[in-house]
């Protein structure tokens, strides 16, 4: 099983330009922050008929919390998505990565938070290898 904290750690090797890490919310809401939360999804767990299914999803909303400039916050968004977008060969805890699914065709702008912050939010699914 591949979870939030998992994918959190995985990001912090791919995404070196933050500087904090966060699973379920922000506490101090750091600049240059980034934050794995589960995706709100509906449906049907992945099944196969006839047998078990040989993957699984984790569905994963990142928000990057980066700082007061909307320009060099959009830039640090785009990074990690190409990063998202073009990554080969991935294992996370040990399960072989076999794609990760961008559901939005670029990070979504979410405006500022209340200390003038601007925020980038990037959902995407991971099909990974089920063991």
Not at 57 to 84: D, M
Not at 89 to 101: L, Q
Request: aromatic share 10%; proline share 2%.
């Amino acid at each position: 099983m591949i979870t939030t904290a998992d994918v959190r750690d995985w990001i912090k090797t791919v995404f070196v330009t933050a500087k904090h890490f966060y699973v379920g919310r922000l506490d101090n809401k750091q600049q240059k922050s980034v934050g794995v939360y589960t995706l709100a999804q509906s449906g049907a767990p992945v099944t196969a008929i006839g047998q078990d299914s040989s993957y699984t999803t984790i569905g994963i909303s990142c928000l990057i919390h980066w700082n007061e400039n909307a320009k060099e916050t959009e830039i640090a968004a785009n990074v990690l998505y190409e990063v998202l977008r073009t990554v080969k060969n991935v294992t996370i805890n040990g399960h072989n990565v076999y794609m990760i699914e961008l559901l939005v065709p670029e990070p979504q702008d979410v405006d500022t938070d209340d200390n003038g912050v601007y925020e980038r939010v990037i959902e995407f699914l991971i099909y990974y290898e089920r063991k």
